[in-house]
């Protein structure tokens, strides 16, 4: 049931951060980042540039060095650890490691969150976790262990395990490095899906700039259960934005067709259609 | 030179304020018990053949080079007092923490340093668990019991392995004397500092071990690195505070 989209509130937003981990540079400099509800964002960027350190510092994991987090509308930049616990429960993430539990069963890995957050046994959530885990088709194999899987198919746990408690914010750690073509675009799919169905709030890390094509591009029509072009003038194509980071600095924002104008040699090397010729 | 110093003290500050958050978790909600019986498996069960094994032969090593110091002043009939002591205050403590660094520091740097580079340990606190409560205080609460327990056994199987030496192979004491003298040689004294020593090197062995594994960072090759670390760092860490426990003791 998708939620409604009607109060548009302010969900994410990062002010003039920096971060180091040592005094000669800076992993992290004076990045501002603002997510609205309904909002996507494709982050592109270099090996190395500080993505996985943004999200990080979105989710209360590292202590920037100078600026402010705010999320769901509080400055959560001081929260001491419990409190952070609070506010991490209504995102949901997926790390570019995976971070899925050797030690867990699929069905443990994902049933986690609500396990973990709300008290319930592993029994009551079952069928929930169940039916997250076919979602990503990945039904069969809820007695496996991670290590039992294929890179793909922990991609997926991980898809699964991010959403499974309906978070307001969704966030996706490269889901696609090192996937053949056509995993990456099922990938893709499921990503999509899941940003129709919970209408959450998404932002998606990425090396490829099909991925950022895609998201900008298609929607999951739950009728025909496939993806279809999104309409010029609907508001899910405003919301999406591309930001692309180069050495710690976010050097662009804006939208699809912008990112194809840039002239910019290094901003242009993540647009779709520049980059096919 | 600053700059020398710097890194050491980072992290010595680091392991002090990790043993404190660790320690305080002991009485705090959630407790982990599960995850504290099968830490006190690999820990405490996991090391009980090898730390046998050890004790006996340095108990009989020590009764062997004993049996011509003594036998040169004609006091053969002490060597079941200086097995005793030996062995309770300094070789049964050092040697067993010794061994379970080696087994267990490295261990637990190795399984936390992977967790942290497959960012399990992200995700840990991602989905709302605190990983110095899940992962931490279970490995200290499983060392600082097993490894007293440990050191007992060591203790005792050394005592045994010298009387092997001492009474059936050299015949340098009756049996009866060797038991007498070994017993009888043990002050409080001795019990308490050789029960301190393991509870102070279980602290060292867990915590540096944990420090150690969070802190990886850098791949794989980051985790060799760490369990390297962690295993030479509280070995040299074992050797300097037995140093200065025994100096305490040995003023009382
Ligand atoms: N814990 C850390 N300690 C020290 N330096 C770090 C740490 N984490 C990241 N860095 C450094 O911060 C920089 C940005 O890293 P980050 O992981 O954010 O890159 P990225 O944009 O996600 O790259 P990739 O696309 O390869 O995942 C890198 O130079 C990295 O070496
Ligand atoms: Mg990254």
């Not at chain 2, 110093?5 to 002090?16: A, G, M």
């Not at chain 2, 304020?17 to 660790?22: K, Q």
């Not at chain 2, 300094?90 to 340093?113: C, D, F, K, Q, Y």
């Not at chain 2, 409080?188 to 594994?213: E, H, M, R, T, W």
Request: neutral net charge; aromatic residues 8%; proline residues 4%.
């Amino acid at each position: 049931m998708p939620r409604a989209a009607t109060e548009r509130t302010c969900v994410l937003r990062l002010e003039n951060i920096s971060l180091s981990f040592d005094e000669e540079s800076k992993v992290l400099d004076n990045v501002s980042l603002e997510m609205w509800t309904g909002d996507t964002k494709i982050i592109l960027g270099a090996a190395g540039a500080g993505k996985t350190v943004m999200f990080k510092v979105a989710l209360g994991l590292l202590r920037p060095t100078s600026g402010r987090i705010y999320l769901f509308g509080e400055d959560v930049t001081d929260y001491g650890e419990n409190r952070w616990f609070d506010v991490r429960a209504r995102i949901g993430v997926l790390f570019q490691e995976g971070g899925l539990f050797d030690s867990l069963t699929i069905e443990e890995n994902v049933a986690y969150p609500l396990v973990n957050r709300y008290h319930k046994t592993a029994d009551e959530v079952h069928p929930e976790v169940e039916e997250s885990l076919q979602f990503v088709e990945l039904g069969h194999t809820l007695e496996k262990f991670p290590s039992e899987l294929s890179g793909g198919m922990r991609r997926r746990v991980g898809i699964a395990r991010a959403g499974i408690s309906d978070p307001d914010l969704l966030l996706y750690d490269s889901p696609t490095a090192g996937l053949d073509p056509i995993t990456a675009n099922n990938i893709m799919a499921l990503i999509i899906q899941e940003r129709e169905m919970r209408n959450a709030t998404s932002a998606i890390i990425s090396h490829r700039f099909q991925d950022g094509h895609i998201m900008a591009n298609f929607r999951y029509n739950p009728e025909s259960k496939r993806l279809e072009q999104i309409p010029d003038d609907s508001p899910l194509r405003r919301g999406t934005r591309f930001v692309v980071m180069r050495e710690g600095r976010i050097v662009f924002e804006g939208s699809e067709r912008e990112l194809d104008a840039s002239a910019d040699p290094y901003i242009a090397k993540f647009s779709m259609m520049r980059s096919a010729h | 030179m600053l700059d020398i110093l710097k890194s050491p003290i980072v992290t010595f500050q680091e392991f002090i304020l990790l043993a404190g958050r660790a320690t305080t978790n002991i009485i705090r909600r959630p407790f982990y018990a599960s995850d504290v019986i099968l830490q006190m498996d690999t820990i405490g069960v996991g090391s009980l053949p090898i730390t046998i094994l050890i004790g006996f032969f340095s108990g009989a090593v020590m009764a062997l080079q004993m049996s011509r110091a003594l036998s040169q002043y004609g006091a053969t009939g002490q060597v079941g007092q200086i097995t005793a002591i030996t062995l309770v205050r300094e070789m049964g403590p050092v040697l067993t923490a010794l061994l379970v660094a080696g087994r267990n520091a490295s261990g637990i740097a190795s399984e936390l340093g992977s967790m942290k580079v497959t960012e399990q340990i992200d995700a840990m606190r991602a989905l709302g668990t605190d990983p110095v409560k899940k992962l931490v205080t279970p490995r200290l609460i499983a060392t600082c019991f097993t490894l007293p327990l440990l050191t007992i056994v060591a203790d005792f199987i050394g005592i045994i392995g010298g009387y092997l030496v001492a009474v059936p192979l050299l015949a340098l004491t009756t049996s009866s004397q060797y038991w007498n003298n070994a017993w009888r040689a043990l002050e409080y004294n001795d019990i308490a500092q050789g029960l301190l020593k393991p509870l102070v090197f279980a602290y060292i062995i867990s915590l540096v071990g944990c420090l150690y594994g969070i802190r990886t960072t850098g791949g794989t090759q980051g985790v060799g690195r760490a369990t390297t670390q962690a295993v030479v760092v509280a070995s040299v860490w074992i050797f300097v505070c037995t140093f200065l426990i025994t100096r305490v003791f040995v003023n009382l």
